[in-house]
């Protein structure tokens, strides 16, 4: 979502865009919260941390205007903010700290790269979206090629239809969903 598309969705509703927006990225600012308080914090610790993130992104947008840039840097930047601090007091409150030597700190880091993980769960999630408009047969041929494993033949006795029209139906489907993604900015 860009800001320039969250200033319009406030101007129509306030209240519908803070919900927006939350619903489109409560799952990655979780992620960033999850990842830094994981080793100290509880889960309700990590929630009341997503929630201070928003406060404070829903402030930011109110007071900064900041042209038609995406919104998502400036959400990972203040959820990162936001959870450093809760690590800090959480850790104070319980007497917990933890080196930046230490392996265990270095684990975290090294086993979720939030943002790539964010990006291809987004992938994944209009890839999908795409899969699923082209409607049946066709959606379902390519879920179960591509991401079930089974082969035509395999498919073609399921359908109940020839191979040769389950290879052709496959064929004309990735062109189409090709086609779909690239109108959609994804090539590759």
């Known amino acids: 979502m860009t800001n320039s598309e969250f200033e319009k969705l406030r101007e129509a509703s306030p209240?519908?865009?803070?919900?927006?927006?939350?619903?489109?990225?409560?799952?990655?600012?979780?992620?960033?919260?999850?990842?830094?308080l994981k080793a100290c914090g509880s889960r309700e610790d990590i929630e009341e941390c997503v929630s201070d993130t928003f406060a404070e992104v829903y402030r930011c947008c109110e007071t900064v205007r900041s042209g038609d840039g995406e919104l998502k840097?400036?959400?990972g930047t203040i959820a990162k903010r936001t959870a450093i601090d809760f690590y800090r007091r959480l850790s104070i409150r319980y007497g917990h700290t933890v080196s930046i030597d230490d392996d265990t700190v270095t684990q975290y880091k090294a086993d979720t790269d939030i943002v790539a993980e964010s990006e291809r769960s987004e992938l994944r999630r209009i890839v999908l979206s795409e899969v699923e408009k082209l409607g049946e047969p066709d959606s379902h041929i390519i879920i179960q090629q591509y991401f079930n494993g089974l082969t035509v033949k395999e498919i073609a006795a399921k359908l109940s239809m020839t191979e040769s029209a389950v290879q052709k139906r496959s064929t004309r489907a990735r062109q189409k969903l090709k086609k779909a993604l690239s109108i959609s900015g994804i090539t590759g």
Do not use: G, M, T, W
């Open 15 to 36: 209240q519908r865009a803070h919900r927006v927006l939350f619903d489109e990225y409560v799952a990655y600012v979780y992620a960033i919260a999850s990842s830094k």
């Open 73 to 75: 840097p400036l959400i």
